[in-house]
């Protein structure tokens, strides 16, 4: 297991309690509701999700920045250590986070050269002409120049900025590399570098990346896996191509729809009707429902596990069958079905 | 007649140039998409047409809506036109509208201001602009504040607002940026509808091509401040001539393609003080030549409803394949 596996949670539950007012009785969010995944070396797991579908959360998770409420993540088949341990520190240099907006997470106070070295004072690593030098080369390794060491954050650009965070981010040589929204902060043609950029260091130094973003088609380019979310679940999983060529849950099909695709009309879309519901109300049964066309009964009542479809791909919908002799054959129907169920219930509603 | 027409418009903050002349009509009830990087310059002209920049900016050049001009006018001409004849919508609702009071009580307030009506007239009228926006059961959360709304909604809410004036034209500025797959879905869905029933123009302003492509028929490409390309949305799509089209479009993956490498436009976008002398986009392009450091490049007609401001467009002669709407779709390098 522990070959083949590079990281895996299973079952990871993050509770938050919020009250309303002072005096309020505390309600349970559960931002993150019994997920399960595993990601191979070298390999790159996409989680997508909307807002509030707890994509960052699992992602902090599975780093050990925050403790799940319940299950547990495995690293290299060993179960993560406790919160602030010194082992759990050890485990820091192992795994890193690139975050969104670049600008927030350097020090604008600080040289560039100084931030990418921090991981290395902070893990002892090398001696101190040691680290200059391991400095100087990822700043070429993330396509920036040496000179460029004394240069401050807000004398380079976004899509630079991004490059420095990249840069501190496998400074200590991570294996693995949790990456939440690293482009959508930048502009499309700058975009496209910073995802080569990530693509190039997987491949030479063997990183294994989650990476979480909102926007379908570069989780489609960088993924090898995809894991879809909805309100702290997944969804649905499977390799990238057959994800986006072939998307099995009702939910997932209208993510993949609505991705506006150029020189397409807009005919032919699944527009969802309603709103990605709070966490912390939750429907009964398949969260879902509410907004799904072609939801039933049981739907309303039972949520759906995450089962094997067919070979490698899972998904949670009552609908979609998993013990059916086609494998990948459901109840839904054709997209155009689901447009037209789509379209009936807007007419249907008030 | 235009309903709009921006001609040789120029901003200047602090004296550093940012606009560089642009030339713009907007007709009756057309939709136009415009379309570049940020910094581009696609925000600023309509902040400048609508009299809505600091003052350290400079502004210079014309607008016309009718017969009015817009640049330098007094502030109460200004007035008299957002709004009523132009309104705009911005990329972070939640920003734009008052924390502090009721949602519906804000859009009552535009319709005051806009239609003269007062109290219950008001209140009715906010009630079915909240409805024609498709905010569910709108009598009863009319008394709702902006936190009680969620992202899209709160976006609905900006538009019922915008619409409360009968508006000529509405700018969106990034109105789906900040929205999430299937909710962006909805809105766009929604300019559509509306435009369709009032018959008014929209502005798109975004970054996102694809969604552009979806609302307007005529897209304008701009970049460093000056419109790089103009034509029908079906042409620009079909075959982008521009290389800094053909750039965006490329660097966009596509949903039904495999992993393979991006193709990033190379560099950076150049700061406004630092512009290179020539065509802006020279140090950045593939096709370039002596021509294109030395001297810049106008936006001339290349066919009728296209026009270019290159010296080598795509597509000009027999040197450069032209890509098929496939591939242009696929964002694949030029063969």
Known sequence: ?350 | MSLVEISNLTVAFNGMRVLHGIDLAIEKGEAVGLVGESGCGKSVTWLAALGLLPRKATVGGSVRLGDRQLVGASRTTLESMRGSRIAMIFQDPSSSLNPVIRAGRQIAEAVELHRGLTGKAARFEAIRLMELVGIPDATRRFDNFPHEFSGGQNQRLMIAMALSGNPDLLVADEPTTALDATIQAQILDLLISIRAETGMAIVFISHDLGAVSQVCERVCVMYAGRVVEMCSTEALFLEPRHPYTRGLFDAIPSLDGGRERMAPIPGTVPQPGRLPGGCAFAPRCGRTSELCHNSLPQLVDLSNDRAAACFHPLGDGATVAVPNVAKARQGATVA
Not at chain 1, 71 to 78: A, P
Not at chain 1, 301 to 318: D, M, W, Y
Request: charged share 20%.
């Open chain 1, 1 to 350: 297991m522990s070959t083949d596996i590079l990281i895996e949670a299973s079952d990871l539950t993050k509770t938050y309690f919020s009250r309303r007012g002072l005096l309020g009785r505390p309600t349970a969010v559960h931002a993150v509701d019994g997920v399960s995944l595993a990601v191979a070396p070298g390999t790159t797991l996409g989680i997508v999700g909307e807002s509030g579908s707890g994509k960052s959360t699992t992602g902090r998770l599975l780093l050990g920045l925050e403790a799940p409420s319940a299950g547990h993540v495995r690293f290299e088949g060993e179960p993560m250590p406790a919160l602030e341990t010194a082992e759990w520190r050890k485990y820091r240099a192992r795994m890193q986070l690139v975050f969104q907006d670049p600008l927030a997470a350097l020090d604008r106070r600080l040289a560039i050269g100084a931030q990418i070295g921090e991981p290395l004072e902070i893990h002892n690593i090398g001696t101190q002409a040691e680290r200059r030098e391991r400095v100087l080369t990822l700043l070429q390794a993330v396509g920036l120049r040496r000179d460029q060491e004394t240069s401050y954050p807000h004398e380079l650009s976004g899509g630079q900025r991004q490059r420095v965070v990249i840069a501190r981010a496998i400074a200590s040589d991570p294996q693995l590399l949790v990456c939440d929204e690293p482009v959508s902060a930048l502009d499309v043609s700058i975009q496209a570098q910073v995802v080569n950029l990530l693509r190039d260091l997987q491949e030479t130094r063997g990183i294994t990346m989650v990476f979480i973003s909102h926007d379908l088609k570069v989780v489609r380019n960088i993924s090898d896996r995809v894991a879809v979310m909805y309100l702290g679940r997944i969804v649905e999983e499977a390799s990238s191509d057959e994800i986006f060529s072939t998307p099995l849950h009702p939910y997932t099909r209208a993510l993949v729809s609505s991705v506006p695709v150029p020189g397409t009309a807009l005919k032919d879309r699944i527009v969802l009707q309603g709103e990605p519901p709070n966490p912390a109300a939750r429907p009964a049964g398949c969260a879902f429902h509410p907004r799904c066309a072609v939801a039933i009964a049981r739907c309303r009542a039972e949520t759906p596990a995450l089962l094997a479809v067919g070979s490698g791909r899972k998904a949670a919908c009552h609908l979609v069958g998993g013990d059916q002799p086609a494998g990948v054959t459901n109840n839904i129907g054709s997209v155009e079905t689901l447009v037209e169920a789509a379209s009936t219930q807007t007419s249907a509603s008030p």
